[in-house]
Each structure stands twice: as structure tokens, then as C-alpha cells.
């Protein structure tokens, strides 16, 4: 039983994240699901849990904050709570977030 308060958008989208830090560390990640307050990401290597992380698409970026990381295969599941994203701002972001996740997310499983 899922007992999650949000809803969570699965997708299955590449992009770049960022560990934040001196120095920063680029890799490829596999955004697995997102929701209001979080994303789910497969990455190749592990993270410290409480590690500030970006991860960027196209002209967009948003920050977060490892909560918990997972051994899963060959891959390490890490789960991001959401600071700020450049394309959400202020008092619009709740309104428009789970709108602007079901697009992002159907767009990055369509590609």
C-alpha cells in the first residue's frame, strides 16, 4: 500500500544532475517518477543522503536535496525532495506544479 499524500508521475526522461559541492560532479541520470514536493532519479553511482543536487533540461533546472538512496541492480535509486526550479515561481507554483508535472512527465515518456 502506497500511503504517499501526492500523486507521482512516472516517466522514464535522461537528463543531467549535478552534485552540488567542491568540487561539482556532472553525471547522466534517468528521472524514474516526480511529484509536487519530489523526484526519483537512477543514477551509476552513490550519493550522500542529505546532498544538494541539480538537475537541469533544456533552458530549466531545479534543486533538491537527497532524502534516501537505494542499491537497485547496477543502479542507485535516489530520492530528491524539491527546493526551487527555475520555471516555478512563488504563489503560482502550487496551482501550477502538478499541472506543469503531468506534461513534463508525459513528455519525457513520449520521447
Keep these: 500500500m502506497n500511503s504517499r499524500d501526492e500523486h507521482r508521475y512516472d516517466t522514464n526522461k535522461r537528463l543531467t544532475l549535478t552534485i552540488l559541492g567542491n568540487p561539482d560532479r556532472r553525471m547522466l541520470c534517468r528521472v524514474v517518477n516526480v511529484s509536487h514536493s519530489g523526484m526519483r532519479v537512477a543514477i551509476d553511482r552513490p550519493v550522500p543522503a542529505g ?58 515518456t513520449a520521447a
Design 51 to 108: 546532498a544538494a543536487v541539480r538537475v537541469e533540461w533544456a533552458r530549466h533546472f531545479l534543486v533538491g536535496k537527497t532524502r534516501h538512496v537505494s542499491r537497485k541492480g547496477p543502479e542507485y535509486l535516489v530520492g530528491l525532495q524539491l527546493l526551487t526550479c527555475s520555471s516555478w515561481r512563488g504563489a503560482a507554483r502550487a496551482a501550477f506544479l502538478p499541472l506543469k508535472l503531468r506534461e513534463l512527465a508525459a513528455r519525457w
